[in-house]
């Protein structure tokens, strides 16, 4: 374990917003009924948070769960205890149909900080970003340019966003150029 | 001439001259000039020459309108051509070159063409190039590519770069000039996300060019005032330099930004394209002045009247000394009273109309103007220059009656309103026979997905042409469209204006009226694609009724100006020609881009490095690092092979082979699709999607699996591990993964939505390293961990553990007949698992692997492979995969349809293995030809080769096909047509070329 490394180890851009990836972060695929009582007793479980509403994602002491479908959740725990949730979802679920699979290394984290962030990924993602349309705790899983990505705003001026591992470059690359100093777009 | 005049032009700031160069020639401007306009305060009236017959051309309008004017901007990695002097902002060291002649603008040897053109009719090229056949290929069609084209194309590398931007309004107004302004104004008062875009660089239109006069302000202050209103507003947003470009379905909108083309290099991008959703959309577009058909009403220094005016006022230009206007309405005296009272001649205005008693003509008579009516222009003199026009009767034939010395003619044949983006998602146009011009009808507007509308016209873009009728409409305009969009307007008043009176205008179609052939052979409808009255006569006679068939016959209308000055003019004729009314004969069809934008902005960020996302495995970086040949497969790159210093690509692969087959291969098998299936109905859902049975695999074991489309053709194929009692992990091609998922999630979602089954796509989670050959065993024996022996993980098992300390998944599968272990390790531990592999493996002979070598190694084995095999008509059974489709099972995927009478026909190839008799490489592809030929009288056909190879472990050709009977035939020699027309002799051999009982694999 000592020799995880995540796909871009920690790589940021200082454009008119910053760009870091994240590093190894601890993500998990739920899938099941999100009414169900049981689904929403392991999410709190595992993660401290209910289960989101659509298109939100809830968020609390660096753990969360995100909205990523009508039966789908985003779970985010620390990278060392990814294993240890997924057990643990697996003991509360035992009689439940669901899923919960481990795919912290099959994703890659982008962090987007500064007062152009909205603008950033407006350049590339099909998404109303502006304030009044998209929050803190908004989620949108949607794309970034040519690929699948799923952000949510997770702080002030700061975006969150997960993308798939093999087109961590691309999605840095794409981020890089739209937080270019010099193509602010002075709208949202 | 034309110069510059004293203390004139709004838009100039005097304090700041600029420098640029037009072919060559050092020129100065003043920073708010146009190219167009600076180069008229310069003198240079010409600035190009005609498409077709090379004549003299010059600036005839002052906006996006200009046909003439276009020339090559920039140099090297800024090239570009066909831009618009007229639309071009002016700004120090800009550089442009004229276009379309040689070898010089001031002498063109292509203007013979213009001595010929009789020669040269509508539909020209469809009536002579037609015979001989081949004389269009080796004769007509060079010279003509010689002659034609207007710019050049850029030779270098776009020097910038280009983006996209998305957002999301409720009203959208595209247009800035006092409609658009106070349209906005009136959406936002409502509260709506107001957007309002502007082309050019300023504010307000026509308005202050006009002299209006708002709520008893001058038209510059009210739209000062309005703009700060707006801007006061946090809901509404406004840019300049910014084209409405296409309205699209469901109120979406192009918007393209010219961000940083008057300061190029400046590090901005070049320009942006907005991607706009709105709920409604105002088109506040103006109108285009027209010209008015008169023999030379192409020669350098006839202008748009309306053009000649904003020259004067907005960049302090006076086009000539001497300016004749020549008109159809009363607007054009504006040009005139304007350049009278700027000091200039206008010696007379000529007007078409048997009188002209209007406010404005009033004044150009106070002002001693001498105003003609009833009278046309018979002719205008001049080449390079007009030099004077020549005066005769509008209802006569054209005998002069005076000609007058001029340096200029200001035309006006009427406006049209610009309709095109209300016309773009299906909006219809209504003739209005008393402006003589097409605005949108109201009652048949664009309409969304719930059937209502969603774009609103207004102001002159409406029909509505005097000011205070404009600032009407566009209030009404932004008050429904924030209405339609879910707000309430406020119930304000429109601003006031003074209108002026103007009197009605006698649509002039053809100058004089009853003009000869020859004068119509010089009047000008499509300056641009040359084409003139005499053509679009001419194909009215020849039988060309459609507005669009003539369009495409003359080329009216197809040049880079889309008929912007030409359409109308044109249909007009064409109506005259056919005896009918224009209604009847109709527009043809507006289509975006309003003008032409930019591939960079269409492009958007999508070029270089990030052209298009490249997948790449935790283990790429080491494959680029040792002498890695790609191969890309889907958006991954694979390595092909690795080649080493001094070797071939061939070598490379061979030394691949032969080093797996006796040592220790490494293959980066990441890519391999890893779809992970769970549930109660997961068995039985698996036992669906693939031919063979799933459900029965005991946990620990793996098997090799078929999937059918519903027609029974072979779509994918992998092996499946049982991981407990409720998961199976399924691996797929690794073009298939995403393929596989979304077939297996289709059924799930549309067939069997009540089966209790859920699927994740882990490929990524995990890098996934094949280690092979006889040696395998060994380097993860050495590494230490999981017991890997034969007793502990058997052939077709797997089992999870350590290795070395990584976290490891071990399947004991082999796709090269070799022992064989596929280790599956997170892929963040991917790369670290791979150099420990190397470091150990090296006294074992470790050595990476690539596709290729792996390619040999199935076909040596007989393995098939997904789309060199198949292509989409392959059943299993096509291919002796027989044993993979269970009997036991009531359906699966493809089941009923591989029953089909075709499906079962004996006749259908089959797959068997190839061996040359000359050991020499079957061509990839090649057919196998039997005696006679076919209904199409092409040879007969008996198979084909799917996959051919020289095999390194046989020294010789290897290959499989699908051969008609082909499995009874074993042993036949049979003969492959090869390109060069020669045959090759290949005898049908056992498809399983290598260890046909297996005994490397399972020891």
């Known amino acids: ?188 | 001439m034309s110069t510059r005049l004293p203390n004139a032009g709004r838009l100039l700031n005097r304090s700041k001259a600029v420098e640029f160069t037009f072919n060559g020639k050092r020129l100065k401007g003043f920073e708010g000039d146009t190219l167009g306009a600076a180069l008229l305060a310069n003198d240079q009236m010409m600035v190009g020459r005609s498409f077709k017959y090379h004549r003299p051309r010059g600036i005839i309008a002052s906006g996006a309108e200009e046909p003439n004017a276009l020339v090559n901007m920039g140099q090297d990695g800024r090239f570009e051509p066909n831009q618009r002097v007229t639309t071009t902002e002016l700004f120090d060291g800009l550089t442009a070159t004229s276009q379309n002649h040689w070898p010089s603008l001031e002498f063109d040897v292509g203007v013979a063409n213009n001595y010929v053109a009789r020669f040269l009719p509508a539909g020209f090229y469809y009536k002579t190039f037609m015979a001989p056949r081949a004389a269009w290929k080796h004769v007509f069609e060079p010279i003509i590519r010689q002659s034609a084209g207007l710019g050049k194309a850029p030779k270098d590398r776009d020097a910038d770069r280009y983006e996209h931007f998305y957002a999301y309004v409720d009203v959208m107004v595209i247009g800035g000039g006092i409609a658009g302004l106070q349209a906005a104004k009136a959406a936002g008062d409502s509260g709506a996300k107001v957007l309002l875009v502007e082309q050019t660089r300023h504010w307000g239109g026509r308005a202050p060019v006009d002299g209006a006069k708002i709520d008893g302000k001058p038209a510059d202050e009210w739209i000062t005032e309005t703009l700060a209103a707006l801007a006061a507003m946090d809901n509404v947003s406004v840019r300049t330099r910014t084209m409405g470009s296409g309205v699209y379905d469901h109120g979406y909108v192009l918007a393209y930004e010219q961000v940083a083309d008057h300061t190029p290099g400046d590090g901005r991008p070049r320009h942006r394209l907005w991607r706009v959703r709105a709920k409604q959309i105002v088109t506040a577009t103006g109108a285009i002045e027209r010209p008015l058909s008169f023999a030379g009403n192409d020669i350098p220094g006839v202008m748009l009247a309306g053009a000649v005016r904003d020259y004067a006022i907005n960049w302090g230009v006076s086009v000539g000394d001497r300016s004749v206007v020549v008109t159809n309405n009363d607007d054009a005296y504006r040009t005139a009273i304007t350049l009278k009272e700027a000091g200039l001649d206008i010696p007379v205005i000529i007007d078409a109309r048997a009188e002209a008693n209007g406010d404005l003509p009033n004044q150009a008579r106070a002002l001693g103007i001498r105003i003609e009516t009833g009278k046309a222009i018979a002719k205008v003199k001049g080449g390079k220059r007009v030099t004077g026009v020549a005066i005769c009767q509008q209802a006569g034939e054209g005998a002069v009656l005076e000609e007058i010395a001029c340096d200029s003619v200001a035309m006006s044949g009427g406006w049209s309103p610009v309709v095109h983006l209300w016309s773009h998602c299906g909006g219809k146009l209504i003739w209005d026979t008393e402006q003589a011009h097409f605005r949108p009808d109201a009652d048949r507007s664009p309409t969304g997905a719930d059937g209502a509308a969603f774009v609103v016209p207004a102001g002159i873009a409406n029909g509505a042409m005097g000011t205070a009728d404009v600032l009407v409409d566009a209030d009404k305009a932004g008050k429904a469209a924030a209405k339609a969009a879910g707000f309430t307007a406020k119930r304000t008043a429109a601003p006031k204006a003074v209108q002026v009176d103007e009197a009605a205008l006698s649509p002039v179609w053809i100058m004089p009226q009853g003009a000869g052939p020859k004068a119509r052979m010089k009047m000008w409808l499509d300056y641009q694609n040359d084409v003139k009255v005499s053509d679009v006569q001419l194909a009215a006679r020849e039988g060309y009724e459609s507005v669009e068939h003539t369009k495409r016959y003359t080329t009216l209308g197809m040049a880079t100006d889309q008929g912007k000055l030409s359409n109308i003019n044109g249909l007009a004729i064409l109506a005259d020609s056919l005896n009918a009314d224009i209604p009847q004969v109709g527009t043809t069809t507006f289509r975006p881009p309003y003008t032409p934008i930019s591939m960079g902005a269409i492009a958007g960020e999508a070029r270089g490095e990030i052209f298009q996302p490249l997948r790449k495995t935790p283990i790429h970086g080491w494959h680029e690092k040792n002498g890695v040949y790609w191969e890309p497969v889907g958006h991954w790159r694979r390595p092909y092979c690795f080649q080493r210093s001094g070797e071939s690509v061939e070598q490379a692969v061979h030394r691949e082979v032969k080093n797996t087959r006796e040592n220790l291969g490494l293959l980066d098998a990441s890519t391999l699709g890893k779809l992970v299936v769970t549930g109660p109905d997961a068995g039985r859902f698996l036992d669906m999607m693939y031919t063979n049975m799933m459900s029965n695999l005991k946990v620990g074991k793996c098997r090799y699996g078929l999937m059918c489309s519903e027609n029974g053709f072979l779509s994918d194929d992998g092996v499946v591990a049982r991981i407990d009692e409720d998961t199976w992990l399924c691996h797929t091609t690794s073009g298939g993964a995403d393929r596989i998922h979304a077939w297996m999630e289709e059924w799930l979602q549309t067939e069997w939505w009540d089966w209790k089954v859920y699927v994740a796509n882990l490929t990524e989670q995990f890098a996934q390293i094949a280690v092979v050959g006889p040696n395998a065993r060994k380097v993860l024996e050495k590494l230490g961990g999981m017991d890997v022996s034969k007793e502990a993980l058997a052939f077709m098992e797997w089992n999870e553990g350590k290795i070395g300390g990584f976290d490891a998944r071990v399947y004991r599968i082999s796709f090269s007949g070799e022992l064989s272990y596929e280790i599956s390790v997170p892929a963040s531990q991917g790369r670290a698992f791979w150099d420990a592999l190397h470091e150990v493996g090296a006294e074992f002979g470790a050595m990476a692997y690539g596709t290729e070598a792996l390619h040999i190694m199935r076909a040596e084995k007989g393995f098939i492979m997904i789309g060199d095999e198949t292509d989409g008509t392959i059943i299993p059974q096509d291919l002796g995969l027989n044993w993979a489709l269970s009997k036991k099972k009531e359906d699966y995927l493809g089941k009923r349809a591989q029953q089909r009478s075709h499906m079962t026909d004996p006749n259908r190839w089959k797959l068997v293995g190839l061996e040359t008799l000359d050991g020499s490489v079957l061509p990839d592809g090649a057919y196998a030809i039997a005696p006679g030929n076919n209904d199409n009288a092409q040879r007969n056909m008996v198979g084909r080769v799917t996959s051919t190879y020289h095999s390194p472990t046989l020294n010789r050709g290897i290959a499989m096909g699908l051969v008609l009977h082909g499995p009874d035939r074993m042993g036949e020699v049979i003969e492959f047509g090869k390109t060069d027309q020669t045959m090759v002799k290949a005898k049908i051999v056992d498809p399983v070329f290598y260890d046909k009982d297996g005994e490397k694999q399972n020891v």
């Not at chain 1, 910053?18 to 601890?26: D, I, N, R």
């Not at chain 1, 590339?124 to 929050?135: I, R, T």
Request: charged share 20%; hydrophobic share 50%; proline share 3%.
């Open chain 1, 1 to 188: 374990m000592s020799e995880a490394v995540s796909a871009l180890n920690n790589a940021s851009y200082a454009g008119f917003v910053e760009v870091t990836e994240m590093g190894l972060q601890g993500m998990i695929t739920l899938r099941g009924d999100l009414s169900s009582a049981a689904i929403k007793k392991a999410v709190k479980t595992a993660v401290g948070v209910g289960v989101p509403e659509q298109r939100k994602m809830a968020m609390a002491d660096g753990k969360g769960a995100g909205w990523m479908s009508p039966d789908e959740l985003l779970l985010l725990v620390p990278y060392a205890q990814v294993e240890k949730t997924v057990t643990g979802l697996q003991k509360t679920l035992a009689k439940a149909h669901f899923m919960a699979v481990n795919v912290s290394d099959a994703r890659v984290m982008f962090r987007l900080k500064g007062a152009g962030a909205r603008e950033v990924l407006a350049k590339v993602a099909p998404v109303d970003l502006s304030s009044d349309a998209f929050g803190e705790g908004d989620l949108r899983r949607s794309r970034i340019a040519q690929v699948a990505a799923a952000f949510w705003m997770s702080g002030e001026d700061e975006f969150t966003l997960v993308a798939f591992r093999s087109v961590a470059d691309y999605v840095f690359g794409v981020l890089k150029i739209g937080a270019q100093p010099g193509s602010e777009v002075g709208y949202l």
